[in-house]
């Protein structure tokens, strides 16, 4: 009898802590999927992943369950999840490391402002600004294939492009009758004066992108422009009264092929874009060519 009751006691007293550890089970719960389709659990560099996949009733779910040892010997947890994630907007986490099997993404990516400069011949040196700018998306949209354990991807995207080209004081754009581009030189009644040879392009860019660790990325391509449209603004005041004219209907080169490097810290970078060929046809208006672009660009979110 005396057993029995100090079997009663003791089991009163760790009811409590029963409880306790009950709830902390329930709190230490971090997810119930019921009925996956399949569920992995990989090891590297002393870090444990676990990945589920969403069964035939939900085939594009998607959970990752992360936990990595520290030095002291303790344990953190990092989860992240995501449910029919396969549409990425203009400026999202470029960050594939959820996804580990080779697979197809659609996107939008690579918003671009840069400054550089080009070659000309002699003859206009004096006349034609060395430097010129240009803005555009790279990919407005694009299909990428995504391998690699999720770090690497080759992509084909549409996107557009604008550039820019201007001239020293005191000249002006001025199209001829035959359709060529040339320039002519202010007179004197004429002030603040600026002259702009516009290009707008859609660019069909070919890309390999690699991820360098967590934050870091990576990525060359080749890049097909099709110039479809270009004119020149010239604007000037005479008297107390500005002006503005536009030129449309010029012979810039229709399709052109540059190439692209781009350099990014966790969605914010650099890029370096070289197009060796001329910005008009032959005999059409100056040797524009050898163009380059140093810029930045918005790959991703950068926080």
């Given amino acids: 009898m005396r057993k029995k009751l100090t079997f009663l006691i003791v089991a009163i007293m760790a009811l409590p802590s029963l409880c306790a550890a009950s709830d902390a089970i329930k709190d230490d719960s971090v997810k119930v999927i019921k009925n996956p389709e399949q569920v992995t659990i990989t090891k590297r560099d002393g870090a444990f992943r676990i990945n589920v996949e969403g069964n035939e009733t939900d085939k594009d779910y998607r959970y990752e369950y992360f936990v990595k040892e520290r030095y002291d010997g303790k344990l953190y947890v990092q989860e992240s999840e995501g449910g029919k994630i396969r549409f990425s907007h203009p400026f999202s986490k470029c960050d594939t490391s959820y996804y580990k099997k080779p697979h197809w993404q659609v996107f939008t990516s ?3 402002f840069g400054w550089g400069g080009h ?14 700018s240009e803005i555009g998306i790279l990919n407005l949209i694009a ?20 550039h820019r080209y201007g001239l020293e004081s005191p000249y002006f754009w001025h199209r001829t009758t035959e359709g060529t581009l040339g320039y002519m030189e202010f007179g004197e009644p004429f002030d603040k004066h600026r002259a702009t040879l516009l290009v707008r392009s859609m660019q069909f860019p070919l890309m390999f992108n690699q991820s360098l660790g967590k934050r870091w990325n990576v990525a ?7 110039n479809f449209y270009a004119d020149v603004r010239n604007s000037y005041r005479m008297g107390k009264t500005d002006y503005n004219e536009t030129t449309r209907g010029l012979n810039q080169r229709k399709i052109s092929f ?42 991703g979110r950068i926080f």
Wanted: glycine share 12%.
């Fill in 110 to 112: 690579d918003l671009m």
């Fill in 119 to 132: 070659s000309v011949d002699a003859l206009d040196r004096d006349r034609v600004k060395k430097s010129m």
């Fill in 143 to 162: 299909l990428g294939r995504v391998f690699n354990q999720g770090r690497s991807t080759v992509s084909l995207g549409v996107g557009f492009n604008w």
């Fill in 220 to 226: 060359v391509g080749a890049v097909m422009n099709w």
């Fill in 258 to 299: 540059d190439g692209i490097a781009m350099l990014s810290w966790h969605g914010l970078g650099v890029y370096f874009r070289y197009a060796p060929q001329s910005v008009m046809k032959a005999n059409y208006g100056p040797e524009l060519k050898n163009r380059w672009t140093l810029g930045l660009v918005l790959r």
